[in-house]
């Protein structure tokens, strides 16, 4: 990537529910996926049921707003549509195809 600023990424979660080892993960998932576009995850502490994914200071998903959890290839598809330059699937990163669809 160039010398522009990378956006960063954010999960908030509820401590009290436990939700740490699902937060770990889908920041694993992530930076597997866009660790030369973003300047990080950072995993947010938080109460009330919270699971929150923010790219910069926009919400992404929200658990208490959609009743359910993300599933991964849901925030790989609204990360790389918000991300310059980001690979449109989790395989075109490894196989060195910019833009490529799912599926290709």
Not at 34 to 41: A, H, L, R
Not at 83 to 97: C, K, L, V, Y
């Amino acid at each position: 990537m160039d010398g522009t600023r990378r956006p960063g990424i954010s999960i908030t979660y509820c401590t009290k529910c436990h939700f740490l080892p699902r937060a770990s993960w889908v920041a694993q998932e992530l930076l597997h996926t866009f660790e030369d576009y973003v300047s990080g995850v950072t995993l947010i502490p938080g109460g009330g049921g919270q699971f929150d994914v923010h790219l910069g200071d926009e919400l992404l998903f929200s658990n208490r707003i959609e009743g359910r959890f993300p599933e991964t290839r849901e925030l790989r598809e609204l990360l790389a549509a918000r991300i310059t330059d980001a690979p449109r699937s989790r395989h075109a990163r490894a196989e060195g195809i910019e833009g490529a669809e799912p599926g290709e």
